[in-house]
């Protein structure tokens, strides 16, 4: 089978999602017999050197977590193990000789291919948009991705559901939201942040009373000091594991049996070491944020209609955690205390409210009906 997915790579020119549906369409079982093949699953066969004969130990390393995804921030911003990893250059890979399933023309083949991709695929998105990994989908809890369309005349841009793909799960669509346009759900998200930031007291007040919630009491930094003992204690009851060993008073079977507990439980401890770093370095930029408040709005408000998307982008992310995209509504989650700005709904309220195509064959007359609301949301 390692043979047939080379060949239909390199020989048939299938794509990497032909190749998975055709697998699965012949009911080929996995390695585990219990799962269905993944996308990801034959990218990662093409890659592996392996299969043309060497197997290489320590290709990866586990490394601080750089950027905090959303199913981790939904629980908090902590998780109990490091998952993070990085691929280690090639000259530290450890290989190993095993015997060769596939002639290294066709391993070069295949790799020359995937670069190729990587770089010319019509998919790939070269184009930055404002709300590229802030949109998710109230319905179904997938994120939104940017898809495209072609018109007789132009071509339109969509954030569509990865839920109501019907390519991507097993029975079909498990979401039946509809794609957004891109330029008006952006003009909208864009103009709502906008009034957001345009009223100086609010924010003023927000930081006021985060800087009250900084000065009463400090956790973050008592919890640092009771991690750092913890660490500590945990590091010496490994050391003397390996000593106790060494000197012989420990048998090699209860050194492995004893020795990973430890290390996993000290792997927690720094994961939630670096969180708590993360928390301390935002309260020093929001310090130094209040020094600053009243010419950071002003020049916003000169600014706001001529900056480019990728430092809108950066004003967003500083300000917007999330958006929810629901059927009727688009809810924004932010850190700044407000009152509702709902969309008014019904007769009386369409006189006054904008109208934006966000969505085609919707059941309103009024598509101003579907109205972006802000939710706070203190962190």
Known sequence: MVRKVFELYTE??????????????????????????????????????????????????????????????????????????????????????????????????????????????????????????MLVCGECGYAYYRT?????RRKIYYYRCLGSDDYRHTNGRVCQNKPIRQDYLDGIIWQKVIDLLEDPELIRQEIKRRLQEIQDSNPTKRRKEVL???????????????????????????????????????????????????????????????DNIESFLERLRSAADTLDVIERQKILRLVVKEILIHKETIKIRHSIPITSTTAPSGPSGRENTPSYLLRSRSRFPYPGKYGASTESNRC
């Not at 699965?24 to 990801?40: G, H, M, P, Y």
């Not at 913890?230 to 079977?253: N, P, S, V």
């Open 228 to 290: 750092d003992r913890e660490i500590t204690r945990q590091q010496k009851g490994i050391e003397k594991l390996l000593d106790a060993y060494q000197e012989g008073l420990l048998e090699l079977d209860e050194l492995r049996s004893r020795l990973p507990n430890l290390r996993k439980r000290n792997g927690a401890l720094q994961s939630e070491l670096r969180s708590l770093e993360s928390i301390s370095a935002d309260q020093q930029s929001f310090l130094r944020l209040a």
């Open 12 to 133: 048939s020119w299938f794509s990497i999602g032909a190749i998975t549906r055709w697998l699965n369409d012949q009911a080929i079982l996995t390695r585990k017999k219990i799962s269905r093949w993944e996308r990801s699953t034959i990218w990662a066969m093409l890659r592996n050197p392996a299969y043309v004969g060497r197997a290489c130990f320590g290709k990866t390393e586990s490394a601080p977590r750089q950027r905090v995804t959303r199913p981790l921030r939904q629980r908090g911003g902590f998780s109990p193990r490091c998952s993070s990893n990085r691929e280690r250059p090639k000259q530290d890979w450890i290989e190993i000789a095993v015997p060769a399933i596939i002639d290294e023309e066709t391993f070069a083949l295949a790799a020359e291919r995937l670069e190729q991709n990587k770089r010319f695929s019509p998919r790939r998105t070269i184009e930055p948009t404002l709300l590229y990994g």
């Open 148 to 152: 495209s369309t072609r018109t007789s």
